[in-house]
């Protein structure tokens, strides 16, 4: 993958919010949402429909702190998610309006990308006046969505994999007069659906997923093609459907769907993928197949870099050139063939929720290469090679600066190779070693001020980042960024009016060396660090994950046994533009809970640990008095959070 970092010429005299921007790309990412506000705090406009309306992130962390929640914390603005919802379904019936298209949009939202209950709620509320529903893929997602998705006239849409329960499930909901759409993912689940329909009596509304030949473009284009996991052949579908004729069930097959993978960022496979589609549907229509839907699935992408390109964690493309071209598209194909133009359905996750989560965490300290430096006088009867490092850093001026890099490169190798035979002393490494990190900082500088750096120095800056130390766990708040380099964009929640003098790698707190984001925005594709500030004595120094609201929020897992997150959600009061208030606050895992789930009983924890004080105050190592503080102490730790108390 190619890397380049961002360039840092602006003179910290000269910095501008403009130059912030440039760097964190925040009004690129944020979809209108989240900027920069003057005050160099980032701020949120949770509210599309009222720009106006500017919460400042600095004081919602500095109530949370006064409310005494620890960090680090999720904050959410369900406002977010509604004005999502209100947008997906504006632009749908907006399209259809203006392209006198004869169908109409029926979206639902698919719980796998996020499953909390609050966020069900509150997409189901906000789009309970479009009929929007749900979309489950599972038996535990059915049976939330079956008890949320109330409304009678939105669908719910049941994928992945089923047994005669998921089936049984799926026709219960049926039987109450939902929209329950069942689409046959594999052949012989066809066949169950039938026998148990006419076991129940009740007709279902059947949907047929189809394995595309078109293929999306990035990290799960293998989600179509004839090496899908999912869907049906052609053949498959044609002998699907004489099957239902044959038992006189042929008018159920309600709705065609597709699915070419998450995050597409390329807007042509979308266009391939609806001419496909819509050929299908006609073809199938004109074999009498009474198809009422098309359901496109998901895929809608979200530009997590700012950088607007068909790189993994980007897309060329916005809401509306993607709705355009499902509508204009299905409106082609079915007047050029003669048949009606079917309701729309779409199943856009991480495009409804990426934007209404952020985690926010506090930066612990810094571990740096060259921040404990060793005396570096000369000495009588020190080895040529630590003279040589001398001489090139006395040598260093604005000139030479490729030159020394390279002298000072090749000398820490003959070093190297030198302390290996034995000619090197330990403290003579160790003076070495301060000496060639000194240079290069010095030269990092010169460079850092240049429009543009050689090629081979710019490795320089990627030396000599930070990696700063944050309170969470990569594994429970960023799955994504671990598993498949995803990039989340990563800026400093204040001081964005300050140039940022450091480059910076993140790490988490977790035992693990994979415990670290080492992707960022960058130049062209991504960095491997990211600009931040110098971090201050006694000034805190809050960070914050953006745009985790689609899958990050829920696909964590337990390593270390870190657990969940303390979570708020945020609301902006509608008299005040700039007031807003804690709606609810969610504990995280408490260390009782994550040790519960592994199947330890914290009594028994807590007993065990006293026994042994019991039986060292019997021996009198420990007073009475101090062990029962040491016990307190042990139950007040397995009450408390999970994370570093700092
Ligand atoms: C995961 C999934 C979705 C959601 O995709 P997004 O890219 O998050 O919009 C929709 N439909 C199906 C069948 C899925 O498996």
Not at 28 to 41: A, C, E, H, P, T
Not at 99 to 116: C, D, L, R, S
Not at 365 to 386: R, W
């Amino acid at each position: 993958m190619q890397t380049k970092n961002l360039t840092l010429s602006t003179p910290a005299a000269n910095w501008s919010l403009e130059d912030a921007e440039r760097i964190y790309r925040v009004k690129r990412w944020g979809n209108g949402y989240f900027d920069i506000g003057d005050s160099g705090d980032i701020n949120v406009t949770p509210r599309y429909d009222q720009p106006d309306l500017k919460i400042n992130l600095r004081e919602v962390i500095e109530e949370m702190q006064s409310a005494g929640i620890g960090f680090p914390a999720v904050i959410r603005f369900h406002d977010i998610l509604r004005s999502q919802v209100q947008k997906l379904n504006k632009t749908f019936r907006n399209t259809i309006e203006e392209a006198q298209y004869e169908g109409i949009y029926q979206g639902v939202f698919p719980v796998k990308v996020n499953q909390m209950r609050e966020v069900i709620e509150e997409i189901v509320h906000a789009g309970a006046r479009y009929n929007y529903g749900l979309e489950a893929g599972s038996k535990p997602e059915l049976i939330a969505a079956l008890a949320y998705n109330t409304n009678k006239k939105s669908l719910t849409i049941l994928n992945g994999y089923k047994d005669e329960e998921y089936l049984r499930l799926a026709l219960l909901g049926s039987k109450i007069g939902r929209k329950i759409v069942i689409v046959i993912e594999k052949y012989s689940e066809l066949i169950k659906l039938v026998d148990l329909a006419k076991e129940l009596n009740v007709e279902p509304m059947i949907g047929l997923r189809v394995k595309m030949m078109v293929k999306g473009r990035g990290k799960w284009e293998s989600s179509s093609g004839e090496r899908a996991k999912f869907g049906l052949t052609i053949s498959e579908i044609l002998n699907a459907v004489s099957y239902l004729e044959k038992v006189e069930l042929s008018h159920c097959v309600k709705l065609l769907h597709f699915h070419i993978g998450s995050q597409l960022t390329d807007i042509r496979a979308v266009k391939e993928a609806v001419q496909e589609a819509s050929l299908i549907y006609s073809k199938l229509y004109q074999m009498d197949i009474p198809l009422e839907y098309v359901d496109v699935g998901g895929g809608l992408a979200v530009d997590y870099d700012g950088s607007q390109s068909t790189s993994d964690s980007s897309c060329n493309y916005g809401l509306e050139e993607y709705v355009a071209d499902i509508v204009y598209g299905f409106k082609q194909t079915c007047n050029l063939e003669s048949v009606p133009h079917p309701n729309l359905v779409s199943e856009s996750g991480r495009a409804m929720t990426a934007h209404h989560s952020c985690v926010v965490t506090k930066v612990l300290g810094e571990i740096h290469p060259a921040e404990n430096e060793y005396t570096t006088k000369k000495t009588t009867g020190e080895h040529i090679i630590v003279t040589n490092m001398r001489d090139a850093e006395n040598a260093l001026n604005e000139q030479n600066f490729q030159e020394v890099f390279n002298d000072i490169s090749q000398l820490k190798e003959k070093a190297a190779n030198a302390f290996k035979l034995g000619i090197l002393s330990l403290q003579e490494m160790a003076k070495l070693e301060t000496i060639y990190w000194r240079t290069l900082s010095t030269i990092n500088h010169q460079i850092d001020e240049l429009e543009f750096a050689p090629e081979e120095l710019r490795e320089i800056p990627d030396k000599l980042s930070s990696q700063y130390l944050a309170n969470f766990s990569v594994f429970q708040s960023t799955a994504d960024s671990w598993a498949i380099d995803q990039v989340l964009p990563i800026v400093p929640i204040s001081r964005l009016n300050e140039k940022p003098q450091k480059r910076c790698s993140l790490v988490d707190i977790t035992c693990d060396s994979d415990g670290k984001i080492d992707h960022f925005i960058g130049e062209d594709e991504v960095a491997k660090n990211i600009p931040m500030h110098q971090l201050n004595k006694d000034e805190d120094y809050f960070i914050g994950i953006f745009l985790t609201g689609a899958y990050q929020d829920v696909m964590g897992d337990m390593h270390n046994l870190f657990g969940r997150l303390n979570e708020v959600h945020i609301v902006s009061y509608d008299d005040d533009p700039k007031d807003f208030y804690i709606e609810e606050v969610v504990k995280g895992s408490s260390v009782e809970n994550v040790l519960s789930t592994m199947q330890y009983t914290p009594a028994i924890l807590a007993q065990a640990i006293k026994k042994e004080i019991d039986s060292e105050i019997v021996r009198g190592k420990i007073k009475p008095r101090e062990g029962v503080n040491l016990i307190d102490f042990y139950e007040e730790c397995l009450q408390g959070y999970t994370y570093l108390n700092i």
